[in-house]
């Protein structure tokens, strides 16, 4: 399918500023679900610009919000160095949870309204987006939620103070969501990823699981720990997830 990939939409975020949102869609007249696409630490990549490519490919608008608009110029995309993720994990801890959540409504808001939206919305991410996506699904307009590797859901360690609630809240979860982890990820340890099993359970969440032989990080197409039979195999669970949620 061929695709937009060059529009972006500044959109306000009450009392933190413009946003910037990366727009993907089919370049085809018509209407489509929306998925926001919550980025890892280092904001709006090219491998995260193509894997929100593959998404919209598959019939949908796109919508990658740049995460730290509120401490960044508009346009900033963090390396993928050491002193790239040093910025990025240092800002992950820095901006406090309202304002991630603050983030999401309004880039929720803004997909809905985007023309080529017919008003479905689903979540997606990867690292520190998966967490994100998991959090956006909290809002009652979000019926799907897609979470890779999704880091400091299990130790409440997320923002300012690195307090967060996301696990206290999914009992206020309603959309139905698909956990995608790497075994050998060391950012989410087993202990870690039993927990947010447990709790998934103890809500009575519907939800998909999938524990694979992969690195943290497995699905961005660059560097040591990609895996490609891996990202194939989970765009298969993306693709049948979305199809059966947002259609």
Same mark, same amino acid.
């Given at each position: ?28 007249? !018509?209407? +489509?679900?929306?998925? @926001?696409?919550?980025?890892?630490? /280092? ?5 995260? #610009?193509?894997? $929100? *490519? ?67 919305? !689903?979540? +997606?991410?990867?690292? @520190?987006?998966?967490?994100?996506? /998991? ?5 009652? #307009?979000?019926? $799907? *939620? ?67 032989? !992969? ?10 720990? /990609? ?21």
């Amino acid at each position: 399918m061929i695709l937009r990939s060059d529009e972006y939409q500044d959109v306000e975020v009450p009392g933190r500023g413009m946003m910037r949102i990366h727009l993907f869609r089919p370049a085809i007249d !018509g209407q +489509f679900p929306g998925i @926001l696409f919550f980025s890892e630490i /280092y904001q709006v990549t090219a491998p995260i #610009r193509r894997l $929100a *490519a593959m998404l919209a490919g598959l019939g949908h608008v796109v919508a990658v919000p740049e995460v730290y608009h509120d401490y960044e110029p508009a346009g900033t995309v963090l390396a993928y160095d050491k002193s790239g993720t040093d910025r990025g994990n240092a800002l992950k801890f820095a901006k406090p949870i309202a304002g991630y959540d603050a983030d999401a409504a309004a880039a929720l808001g803004a997909l809905a309204a985007h023309p080529a939206c017919n008003g479905r919305l !689903g979540t +997606f991410g990867v690292c @520190l987006g998966g967490h994100l996506a /998991y959090r956006a699904a909290l809002d009652p #307009r979000v019926s $799907a *939620a897609a979470c890779f590797y999704a880091t400091d859901i299990h130790s409440g360690t997320l923002g300012e103070g690195r307090q967060d609630d996301s696990l206290a809240r999914m009992d206020d979860l309603r959309a139905e969501t698909l956990f995608v982890w790497g075994r050998q990820d060391p950012h989410v340890p087993y202990a870690g990823r039993e927990r947010i099993r447990a709790r998934l359970e103890e809500a009575g969440a519907t939800y998909e699981w999938h524990e694979v032989n !992969g690195q943290h990080a497995f699905l961005r197409d660059e560097g040591p720990r /990609y895996d490609p039979a891996l990202f194939l195999q989970a765009m298969g669970w993306i693709q049948a997830f979305y199809a059966r949620t947002l259609r």
